[in-house]
């Protein structure tokens, strides 16, 4: 196991502390001991409920005080035995209690003497957080525990199945589609975690099928909304729910069966992922949750804005569990929406931005796991250059304001969204009037516009028949005098979005063909590519 191999790297190097971030409190263990029966260490415990534990010696009661703990454990290492010493739920007490400031003291000094004396020892210490403020910092050394592998739910999974198949008056399907079915849906869960689940599917009907895969699905959705970093997005969204972006979405068409086998064998590798700039309001968050229904993968959004917290590595921390997990539900689309935003920290948070924006940079650059990184910005005044380099993204397009055509499939899917017949209405005359042939050169209405300008030329039938018009409903007039009161984004806007298709013109592709109702290729940003 890779987490083994690097954690026994840490011990013979004589890492004196290292932090392990992990809830898998049960499944650690066992790595551990697994670890110091490979290196033939001595074992050694400490928790604040038993005090120091060990399968070669006793400790009398007064070692559940941290301080006489760690005295016990250097008398112990002097004695040059090599020797683990694992302290669980450690990091909450030196770093908020009253006695913290002595605490990390203690274990700072033990740290020193470890690498000065040439202790044959170390200190592993496992929490579910790295919080860690105060001098101790310099001395600890973070590694992440990873989630389960694929091969680790599945023999999970199998085990659970083999232990309760045989019960009287319970119904397992151990197809190969269900199990495996049960092994994607549990992607991305603990040990703890997939047995909560797998037991209360199997107590409520006594069944175990496929009917249980959307049970898991839910907990897992909990699950990670838990984290407050992540959270799964599910919808019932296709491509045809976005108006235009032909070129695009031929592109995610064509890159989304690269996931399959059929493309592995062939030669190809799983596309990396795609940036959209653009104008806001034209569609960039809509398709992230298109494309990933589409291919029938999660979609996981990342806030970025919840990534950075109050202690020294906890914002480093967040984002490598938040990758982390994503890696472990593979395959699946991660959602970076406006990720500019969290990128432009200012000089003065210690450096912690840079270190975030580079653990992302190098994960994109080095991930080997089947993520699609689907992420969006509006301002390209604070995209980091490091970021547009080619192998962070397959590709980068430049999303603009709708063209006629467009337009047009915008009004009629949202039209059709109030149960009202396209037919009804002059849709050419609609994009037209929504467009640069009434507004202005350079001068649309945006997708969100659009919307905005169809629910409230609603509102302006549904007054008609309050007012007494029994027969009302929406009409073409609805829309002419809504508009007449409308101010465009691109209107208020129109020098920031002349920069930006200037930027587009030499950095991104046009996610579509341009066409004015002319027919006439319009001289907007992003350059061209057939598919």
């Known amino acids: 196991m890779k987490f083994i191999e690097e954690l026994q790297n840490y011990l013979k190097a004589r890492y004196p502390l290292i932090l392990i971030k992990s ?218 729910d976005v108006g235009g972006l032909n070129i695009l979405k031929k592109w995610l068409n064509l890159r989304g069966k690269t996931f399959s086998d059929d493309a592995k064998a062939f030669g190809l590798n799983p596309p990396k992922g795609v940036l959209l700039v653009g104008i806001p309001g034209c569609g960039k968050s809509l398709i992230a949750k298109c494309i990933a229904s589409a291919w029938n993968m999660p979609l996981l959004k990342l806030d970025m804005g919840k990534i950075f917290g109050k202690y020294v590595g906890d914002s480093e921390a967040n984002i490598r569990q938040a990758l982390k997990t994503a890696e472990a539900i593979a395959p699946c689309v991660l959602w970076i929406d406006e990720i500019e935003k969290g990128l432009s920290g200012s000089g003065g948070d210690g450096g912690t931005t840079s270190r975030v924006f580079g653990n992302i940079l190098t994960w994109m650059q080095d991930k080997t796991s089947p993520v699609f990184t689907f992420a969006t910005a509006n301002n390209i005044r604070n995209l980091p250059p490091e970021l547009l380099r080619k192998g962070r993204f397959d590709e980068i397009f430049f999303v603009d ?87 465009p984004m691109a209107k208020m806007r129109i020098e920031d979005f002349k920069e930006l298709r200037n930027w587009a013109n030499e950095n991104a592709i046009s996610a579509s063909v341009s066409i004015k109702a002319s027919d006439k290729p319009s001289s907007l940003g992003g350059r061209r590519i057939d598919l």
């Open 23 to 240: 809830t898998e409190e049960d499944r650690l263990s066992m790595d551990i001991q697994i670890t110091a029966s490979a290196l033939k260490h001595d074992l050694v415990t400490w928790s604040i409920a038993s005090g120091l534990k060990s399968s070669t010696q006793q400790f009398d009661a007064s070692s559940v005080e941290l301080k006489k703990a760690i005295d016990i454990c250097e008398t112990i290492a002097k004695s040059n035995k090599p020797t683990i010493f694992v302290f669980y739920d450690v990091m909450p007490i030196i770093s908020s209690s009253q006695m913290g400031a002595v605490y990390q003291r203690r274990l700072k000094e033990f740290a020193l003497n470890i690498r000065t004396n040439g202790y044959r020892c170390n200190c592993i210490l496992v929490s579910p957080k790295s919080e860690i403020d105060g001098s101790i910092s310099s001395e600890i050394t973070v590694i992440d525990y990873p989630l389960p592998t694929k091969d680790e739910v599945s023999q999970q999974i199998l085990k659970f199945i083999n232990e309760y198949k045989q019960v009287s008056g319970v119904i397992i399907d151990d197809s190969k589609e269900t199990v495996s079915s049960l092994i994607n849906a549990a992607l991305g869960l603990t040990y703890a975690e997939i047995e909560n689940c797998l037991a209360r599917a199997l107590v409520e009907d006594h069944r175990l099928d496929m009917n249980d895969v959307r049970s898991i699905i839910n907990e897992k959705k909990q699950i990670i909304r838990k984290s407050g970093i992540l959270e799964y997005i599910e919808n019932k969204l296709s491509l045809e």
């Open 401 to 487: 304001l709708p063209d006629f055509e467009e337009r047009k499939k915008i009004l009629e899917i949202h039209i059709s969204k109030l149960n009202r017949d396209i037919s009804s209405f002059d849709i050419a005359r609609l994009a037209e009037l929504s467009g640069e042939e009434n507004l202005g050169e350079s001068i649309r209405l945006s997708g969100a516009e659009i919307e905005a300008w169809v629910k409230d030329s609603l509102m302006e039938a549904y007054a008609r028949k309050t007012n007494g018009d029994a027969d009302a409903d929406l009409s073409m007039d609805d829309f002419n005098i809504v508009l007449k009161r409308m101010v």
